[in-house]
Structure formats: C-alpha cells, structure tokens
C-alpha cells in the first residue's frame, strides 16, 4: 500500500459535505442558463439523449477517475499529477495536464462571471416590479439595454468576482464548506418551485415533448452536447479533482460520483422542465440563444400571480449556483500557488480574482463594443465573439481534452493495484469502471470530436 499523503489546505468534515460541495461546483449556469438555451438552439429531444448518454457513459467513469486521482493525490491538480507520475514512475510531463486544467478553469471563470452578472441584475429587476405586464419587446429591450451597456456588465462581473474571492480566500472549511452547505438545498426548493408554475401555465406537456421526443441532429451538435455533459459536471479540468483531495479515505468514489451525477442532471431536467412549458406558453422563441432565459422567463413573471416573488428567487437562485460553480473553477489555481509559492490563501484569491477579472473584461465588450469583432477558424467555428470563442475553445475542446487524459492516465498509466486500491469498490464495479475509461470513453470523446469538426 502506498504511503497515504494529507491535504495541507484541509480535508472535508463529512461525506455529505464532499457532496454538497461537488454538486455545488456542477450545478451552476451550466444547468439553468446554458442547457435550456443549447437544447433550444439544437432542437431538444435527440439532444438531450445524446447528452444524457455522455452524462453516463463518458461524465460518471472520468468523475471516478478525477476524484480517485485527487484523493490519492492529495494536492492541486498541477501538483498532484506530479506526484502521481512520479508514484507511477511515469513520465513526468503529465503535470501539464494539471496546468491544462488551470488554465481552462482560469478561461471558464472569466466569462462565467459576466453571465453570473446577468443574472444579478436581474435579481434587482425584477424585484423593482420592471417585468410586471412587460410585452416580448419590452423584455427584449431590457436583456439590450442591459447587455449594450459595457459599464453595468462590467460593475456587476467585478461584483461577483469579489464575492467569489472571498469565499475562496477563507479556504476549505470556513469559506467553502459553509457557502455549499447553505446554498445547496435552498437551491432544489427554489427550482421546484418554479417547475410548479410551469405546471399551471397548461403547455408542461409541450415543454415535456421538446425535452424529450426525437429529432434531426449534426455531428457539431452531438460535440456540443458531448462539451456540455463535462462542462455541467465540472469534469476535465480538475475542479472535481482538487475537491477529491480534500476527501477522507473511507468514503466510496462510486457512491458520490453516481450521487452527484444525478443531482446534477436532474436540476438541468428540472430547469427544461421550468423553463420549456413558460416558452411554449407565451408563444417565445426556444432557440434564442444566450439570452433565452433573460428574454423569456421575465415575460412569465411578469404576467402570473406573485410573480415578483417567483422571479426574485429564481433569479437569486441562479446567482447562488454560480457562486458555488465559480469557487471550484478558481479552487485549483489558489490551491498550487499556495503549495508552490508559499503564498496564503488571501493573496492567492485575490491575485487569481483579478486577472480572471481582467480576461472577462473580453466578455463584457463582446456583447456591445466587441460585438462585431469576431474570429473564424477553419473546421471549428465561424464569426464567434470573443466571448463565443472561449465558450466554445473551453467546453467543446478543453475539457473534453482534459477528460481523455485523465481517463488515459487513470486506465493505462496508473497501475491497477494503484486504482483498485484507491477506489476499493466491489470488483465488478471495479471491471466495468476501468473497461469504460480503458475504451468506451477515450474512443467517444475522439470520435465525437472528430465528427463534431467534420473530419470524419
Ligand atoms: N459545472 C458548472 C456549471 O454547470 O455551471 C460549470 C463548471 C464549474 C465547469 C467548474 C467546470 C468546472 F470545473
């Protein structure tokens, strides 16, 4: 048996609160802005299964695998494959895994910040009575006058990164663990809430058949929805991987990632379900894109009974998922300048805080002064904003790179004796894990990829 390492940040004070705080980190923007308005814009039902197969064939295996590895680990993602290739007597050059992971959560960070803003100042919005009796043009004017105005994007993104750095800044436990255990299940109540809504308006059949009745797809849609199963369970860029080394040995690996994997899939149905019936409703456009939730739901909360109230907590819910979501994407980062530069927690929060505050700076000009600023590269994509482009570099390239490599490393360069020993599970659970991310998973991520660039 390997000498155990121990965790110079902390470890978490139970399993429930290693839960929380991984479900916190995937269900964020991703579930309730983002997969809404990419099922929309990818016509809904053959969607879905595509990304409801990735969730389980692709996410659950390599969130074994990011977890066994930080667990064994024990360090920040760059640290840790460090000292895991060197356990291995393995090639030393897997540490830039770690940093590929730094780096995407860094890019990730910086946009997602800015949407975070959004949906702050909705909060305000709707709780000033703005939407009540709104028309489809009124609410549209309002998501542009909103998004046109550099400055007020700008005050709201440096708003949330502060909030983020402070969490982040009082470290595991007391920043951390605190945020989740709170913010967590305040979150499930406020989105069932909202779905019950959705139950009343007389279209939840229609929101039910989008979600789920078959249709056309492209190979780019089935890379975008693939991107989105490791993007909604912070997979591929060791954020599950950093808050695996904070894990105690005893609990099971198989138990949480299966736990964590349905909370977050549920909250995204949960969010199809809230939001697809109020568009339906309302006679709105479900493929419009970013804004589909800014533009749509204000006009719902404005026309039903206590919609103020309804709107200020789905809003103020949103804000609170992303909140837990952002901590995880800078956790790593803080983590290794802490361990490698001697620094505490304060300072590492603050100096990773604003440059990621600078890159978003990006995101903020893209939807006005940047708006017409934008870049095409051949096979990938085509006139994309600044902001589109990290979305799409991040999500669809990033992380499902950083996903093959964890597997390759967890399947093929770890020993077994190193990974059963680690994940200490049934050895039939034990067989299909590594039969999946030996195979099944490094070969979808690259035949997705491939098709979803047209290559093959
Ligand atoms: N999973 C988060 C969401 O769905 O909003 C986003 C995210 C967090 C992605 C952390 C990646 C990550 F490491």
Known sequence: ??????????????????????????????????????????????????????????????????????????????????????????????????????????????????????????????????????????VNSIFSDLVSDPEKLLAWHTIFMVMTMIVVARGVKNGLEKAVTFLMPMLFVLLIIVVIYAMSTG????????????????????????????????????????????LSEEYSITQASVVIALADTAVALLAGLAIFPIVFANGLEPGAGPGLIFQTLPIAFGHMQGGILVGVLFFLLLVFAAWTSAISLIEPAVAYLVENKGVNRIYASVWIGLLTWLVGLGTVFSFNIWKDRTLSIPYLFEDYTFFDTLDYLTANLMLPLGGLFIALFAAWIMRVESTREELHTYPVIYKVWRFLVRFVTPLAVIVVFLRGIGAI
């Open 1 to 138: 048996m390997a000498e155990k390492r121990t965790s110079i940040h902390g470890q978490w004070s139970s399993r429930m609160v290693f839960i929380l705080a991984a479900t916190g980190s995937a269900v964020g923007l991703g579930n309730i802005w983002k997969f809404p308005y990419i099922t929309g814009e990818n016509g809904g039902g053959t969607f879905v299964l595509i990304y409801l197969l990735c969730i389980a064939l692709i996410g659950i295996p390599i969130m074994m695998a990011e977890i066994l590895l930080g667990r064994r680990g024990r360090q920040s993602p760059i640290n840790t494959m460090a000292a895991l290739s060197a356990e291995e007597h393995r090639n030393p050059n897997w540490v830039l895994l770690g940093w590929l992971g730094v780096v995407a959560g860094f890019l990730i960070l910086s946009y997602y910040s800015v949407i975070a803003g959004w949906a702050m100042a909705y909060v305000f919005r709707t709780a000033g009575g703005l939407f009540t009796g709104v028309t489809a043009d009124g």
């Open 203 to 246: 279209y939840f059949m229609d929101g039910v058949r989008f979600l789920f009745s078959p249709g056309e797809i492209t190979g780019k849609a089935v890379l975008i929805a693939m991107g989105h199963a490791f993007f909604t369970l912070s997979l591929g860029m060791g954020a599950i991987m950093v808050y695996g080394s904070y």
